[in-house]
């Protein structure tokens, strides 16, 4: 999703200067996007990650899959406090700009956002998320980061589409400035952390369509014993119907605006992609017929009970 160029017909980026994932975990997402790209298909990979165990895994990955020290800079730290130093450049001038920012951070992560913190130049135009889940503020984190021709994809939990207060808010103006391009809601049980759905958010800066695209891939898995498992196939239909902005009943829609605005920016699949199958019609005809047929095999029944009933002195059922 990430390596986008806009245009099916240029097909996949050739290049990618600089790839960010601030909560990297082991690097497992930067490795897969370094994968499709090719060992020269990124300039420099960054990445940031707060359990120190994890980081340094991370940073053991990288050169077991042949990544140069060079070519990387992984940092130890939190992303949400922003105390990296090289991403705390004030002048726009300056910043790291990158062509592809990748995350699944930790979901509905309790958080502690003080005064401070409101006017930080990556949340002051948005608002701060609520201390009970930092989602919006991981997504504004990468998002700050994001270079003009970029294209940036996050794992969140489905309550980011449709929560209320200041993630609403939060919501809306990203859907007015044009920046949200791509909805995708995944199958549940994906992962060993949680077993709820999650969806991938798509986010531009200078998106070119002006409606969001809406997969509904969450009936499209492998079910497994204990986790669910997407396939080749799957991915790829997902990968297919994002890159060429394909509709398909009960599985990808595209919703303009003013559909989105009446239903008060909730993102809420459901709403705009139905996966209901249409009831098949009812042959009244048959139904009365196949009725009839009952009625006279009762019928049956009864007058034969009821002979037997009379040959034993009974009185017969009415």
């Known amino acids: 999703v990430t390596l986008d160029s806009q245009n099916p017909a240029t097909g996949k980026k050739k290049k990618l200067n600089n790839v960010l994932d601030f909560a990297c975990g082991s690097g497992s997402l930067l490795l897969n996007v370094r994968n499709q790209m090719g060992p020269h298909g990124i300039g420099k990979i960054y990445g940031q990650e707060k359990n120190i165990t994890t980081y340094n895994l991370a940073r053991m990955n990288m050169l077991l899959h042949g990544v140069k020290d060079s070519e990387f800079d992984i940092h130890h730290g939190d992303s949400l406090t922003n105390d990296w130093e090289l991403l705390n450049e004030m002048n726009p001038a300056k ?4 062509d592809a920012v990748v995350a699944n951070p930790p979901f509905s992560y309790r958080w502690q956002p003080n005064e401070a913190l409101g006017e930080d130049f990556r949340f002051k ?3 701060l998320a609520p201390k009970s889940a930092a989602d919006f503020a991981f997504l504004l984190h990468g998002f700050h980061f994001l270079g003009d021709e970029g294209t940036m994809a996050i ?3 489905h309550g980011v589409l449709f929560r209320g207060g ?5 919501r809306t103006k990203l859907l007015k400035d044009g920046h949200i391009d791509t909805v995708i809601g995944l199958p549940s049980n994906l992962f060993f952390s949680t077993g709820i759905p999650v969806c991938i958010l798509v986010l531009k800066k200078c998106k070119k369509p002006d409606d969001v695209l809406f997969i509904n891939a969450a009936e499209h898995f492998e079910k ?5 498992q997407l396939l080749p196939e799957h991915i790829d239909k997902i990968v297919e119907t994002y890159q060429h902005r394909r509709e398909e009943e009960r599985y990808a ?3 303009g605006m003013e559909e989105i605005e009446k239903n008060d920016y909730n993102l809420n699949i459901s709403r705009y992609v139905s996966t209901m199958k249409p009831e098949a019609e009812v ?3 048959l139904v009365s017929l196949q009725l009839d047929q009952i009625e006279s095999r009762i ?3 009864r007058d034969k009970h009821n002979r037997y009933l009379k040959d034993i002195g009974l009185k017969e059922l009415s």
């Not at 497994?224 to 669910?228: A, V, Y």
């Open 283 to 285: 042959d009244l005809g």
């Open 155 to 157: 794992i969140l939990p």
């Open 299 to 301: 019928k049956d029944a």
């Open 224 to 228: 497994g014993k204990r986790q669910n």
């Open 95 to 98: 910043k790291l700009q990158c």
């Open 166 to 170: 200041v993630e609403s808010r939060i």
């Open 253 to 255: 829609r595209r919703v």
């Open 125 to 127: 135009n948005y608002g």
